[in-house]
């Protein structure tokens, strides 16, 4: 049987989560009550059963196919067979929490097929428990995402912790807590700023690094133009041209006992001459250009001076 080529892209949007984080959830009112298909044929994997369950033949009567699949189903071959039997012009995949990613990415997909959206679900009451014994799974979902969705959240859910920790993870994603009613939050909470960014030159405390580095990549347009100073490591990219640097600071993320080298592209007509791990005083000015990993703008430091310096007194900074 000769295939159907495929000429047009088929989006795929990816579901992320462990059981019981609101996948199918979502994915039903997606589906159903927010018409996200507009009838247009919608191919659905789901690769795990949950307490959720769908209505097969009420989505099918909607042009959306449902499709139960096992990790041996995960191959080119059954995919290239799926793609025949229904021809969709949008699939859905409601991935197995405990499957790696790498199990789907390194499979050859029928021709067209590009996922588009990456989003991961997260029980709120159960994060800190997850995130401490299923860290490497946790870490995989929520750096790969394009948007993080904690549900069934409550007053004791630490919504601005979580937010900034996970900057340091993935600057790109939308983070979104709902309560348990379903209400979604999208903004970020106050973040109180132990500095004066008004001051002719915003001198950091060494503790203050993080705050920082958060503050200034959620909104790098409050910072274009303000000169700053302040203690970092220095790291230099492979891929970084003679006058390019990255000073920074080790983190400890929102998970226990991860840490995560975080920092700004630097500009410096003298960075060809500094080391990997150098303590620096840096002195410059914040800019903002293109970040293409992050699909968006980001902040970057002119820098006009560097001054060798001892370490910091605590060797890690923390988001709070």
Same mark, same amino acid.
């Given at each position: *049987?000769?295939?159907? /080529?495929?000429?047009? /892209?088929?989006? !795929?949007?990816?579901?992320?989560?462990?059981?019981?984080?609101?996948? $199918?959830t979502f994915?039903?009112?997606?589906?159903?009550?927010?018409?996200? $298909?507009?009838?247009?044929? $919608?191919?659905?994997?789901v690769?795990?059963?949950?307490?959720?369950?769908?209505?097969?033949? +009420?989505?099918?009567k909607?042009?959306?196919? =449902?499709?139960?699949?096992?990790?041996?189903?995960?191959n080119?071959?059954?995919?290239l +067979?799926?793609?025949?039997?229904?021809?969709?012009?949008? =699939?859905?995949?409601?991935?197995?929490?405990t499957?790696?990613? @790498?199990k789907?990415?390194?499979?050859?997909?029928?021709?067209?097929?590009? !996922?588009?959206? =990456?989003i991961?679900?997260?029980?709120?009451?159960?994060?800190?428990?997850?995130?401490?014994?299923?860290k &490497? *799974?946790?870490?995989?979902?929520?750096s $790969?995402?394009?948007?993080?969705?904690?549900?069934?959240?409550?007053?004791?859910?630490?919504?601005?912790?979580?937010?900034?920790?996970l900057?340091?993870?993935?600057r790109? &994603?939308?983070?979104?807590f709902e309560n348990?009613?379903?209400?979604? /939050? =999208?903004?970020d909470? %106050?973040?109180?700023?132990?500095?004066?960014?008004?001051?002719?030159?915003?001198?950091l405390? %060494?503790? #203050?690094?993080?705050?920082?580095?958060? #503050?200034?990549?959620d909104?790098?347009?409050?910072?274009?133009?303000?000169?700053?100073?302040?203690?970092?490591?220095v790291?230099?990219?492979k @891929?970084?041209?003679?006058? @390019?640097?990255?000073?920074?600071?080790? &983190? *400890?993320?929102c998970?226990?006992?991860d840490?995560?080298?975080?920092?700004?592209k630097?500009?410096?007509?003298?960075?060809?001459?500094?080391?990997?791990?150098?303590?620096? *005083?840096?002195t410059? @000015?914040?800019?903002?250009?293109?970040?293409?990993e992050?699909?968006?703008?980001?902040?970057?430091?002119?820098?006009?001076?560097?001054?060798m310096t001892?370490?910091a007194?605590?060797?890690?900074?923390?988001?709070n």
């Amino acid at each position: *049987m000769k295939r159907q /080529e495929q000429i047009e /892209e088929i989006p !795929i949007y990816m579901f992320l989560g462990f059981l019981e984080s609101g996948k $199918t959830t979502f994915a039903k009112e997606t589906l159903i009550d927010r018409n996200f $298909t507009e009838g247009e044929p $919608t191919l659905l994997l789901v690769c795990e059963e949950g307490i959720e369950e769908y209505d097969v033949d +009420d989505l099918k009567k909607r042009n959306i196919f =449902v499709e139960y699949i096992e990790d041996k189903d995960i191959n080119t071959e059954h995919l290239l +067979d799926l793609q025949d039997k229904y021809n969709p012009t949008r =699939v859905m995949i409601e991935y197995n929490g405990t499957w790696k990613m @790498e199990k789907l990415f390194s499979v050859r997909v029928p021709k067209g097929w590009t !996922i588009v959206q =990456v989003i991961t679900f997260v029980d709120a009451q159960t994060f800190d428990v997850y995130i401490a014994n299923m860290k &490497a *799974m946790m870490m995989e979902q929520l750096s $790969t995402a394009d948007m993080i969705i904690f549900n069934r959240c409550d007053e004791n859910t630490k919504k601005a912790e979580y937010r900034r920790s996970l900057r340091a993870v993935n600057r790109r &994603a939308q983070v979104i807590f709902e309560n348990k009613d379903g209400l979604a /939050e =999208v903004g970020d909470d %106050e973040v109180f700023l132990p500095y004066d960014i008004n001051q002719p030159v915003i001198d950091l405390e %060494e503790e #203050d690094f993080g705050l920082f580095y958060i #503050d200034a990549c959620d909104n790098p347009d409050k910072y274009v133009g303000k000169k700053v100073h302040f203690k970092a490591m220095v790291h230099k990219p492979k @891929e970084y041209n003679e006058n @390019e640097f990255v000073p920074g600071r080790f &983190a *400890m993320t929102c998970c226990a006992d991860d840490i995560a080298f975080v920092g700004f592209k630097a500009y410096y007509k003298g960075a060809g001459k500094l080391k990997d791990r150098q303590w620096v *005083m840096v002195t410059g @000015e914040v800019g903002k250009e293109y970040y293409p990993e992050f699909e968006g703008d980001g902040p970057v430091i002119k820098v006009s001076e560097v001054a060798m310096t001892s370490p910091a007194a605590e060797e890690l900074v923390y988001f709070n």
